[in-house]
């Protein structure tokens, strides 16, 4: 049986109803991550079945310019395919949070940057569990292949790739050759990356707070999916008028 790809999601760019004929063309569900109300209409009425909304808080590029509750406040007003919260989401309360919004579900990324599964550089894990949610800073230095396109990275790596006094903060080896990469460069440092790691761009959300250890995915997963699950059950038997026994009795 041929592989098929399930979901297909974009990023960036204005929600294109071509490319999302593409996709269930092929039979996979259309996904696109935006920052903005207006932009999740635009991805619902491009076909998308579901919207990601990203909120400033997220790691990597950030699309958008506000954070997450006001963000999923007004995506959930305004579009009626289900909607994944993204962006600062790393404790079981924050996704507590999220899904007692009215999200359909939450995306977690930086959390998972820091696993044994994960092929970032060691080093760059080390410095997502050093880190705290105020390390991380919204910037565009990082911008050699892909320029005008904010991002979150520690704080520590903006400062570390202004003061290095090279053209090249290392090299990367994929299939052939390794290949440097320049200072400011785009791509953040896996495995196979040497050099100045630190001066890299190491992206992090403000999730990086909840980052204490390098874990396998599932134990992630297993910790914010039961704590979660608690949170919401407890929130239930706070509220009467939400708890049916509570009403009943
Ligand atoms: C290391 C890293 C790489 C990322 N790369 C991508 C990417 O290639 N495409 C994309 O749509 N989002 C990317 N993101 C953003 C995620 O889709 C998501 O919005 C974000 O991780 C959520 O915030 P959090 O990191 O606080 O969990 C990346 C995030 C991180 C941390």
Not at 62 to 70: A, N
Not at 130 to 141: H, K, L, Q, R, Y
Not at 145 to 160: K, M, T
Request: net charge negative.
């Amino acid at each position: 049986m041929a592989f098929r790809v399930r979901l297909i999601e974009w990023y960036w760019g204005h929600p294109d109803p071509v490319l999302v004929e593409v996709a269930h063309a092929a039979g996979a569900l259309a996904a696109w991550q935006v920052g903005s109300r207006d932009e999740a209409v635009s991805a619902a009425d491009a076909g998308c079945d579901l919207i990601v909304a990203q909120g400033i808080e997220a790691g990597g590029h950030v699309r958008g310019t506000i954070g997450l509750l006001p963000l999923l406040d007004a995506v959930l007003g305004a579009v009626a395919v289900p909607v994944v919260a993204a962006g600062g989401i790393g404790t079981a309360r924050g996704l507590a949070a999220v899904l007692a919004a009215g999200a359909s579900a939450a995306r977690v990324g930086t959390r998972f940057a820091a696993t044994l599964e994960s092929g970032a550089h060691p080093s760059y894990k080390q410095c997502l569990v050093a880190a705290e949610a105020a390390d991380t800073v919204v910037t565009e230095a990082f911008s050699v292949w892909w320029p005008d396109a904010p991002h979150r990275v520690l704080r520590s790596a903006v400062d570390a790739a202004e003061t290095l006094d090279q053209e090249h903060a290392g090299d990367v080896s994929g299939d052939g050759e390794p290949f440097p990469i320049p200072r400011f460069a785009v791509r953040p440092p896996n495995r196979s990356t040497r050099g100045r790691i630190d001066a890299m761009a190491l992206y992090a959300g403000q999730s990086v707070g909840a980052v204490t250890a390098i874990t396998p995915a599932a134990e992630v997963i297993r910790e914010l999916a039961m704590g979660a699950e608690q949170l919401l059950g407890d929130a239930i038997d706070r509220i009467p008028e939400w708890n049916p026994k509570a009403r009943a009795s």
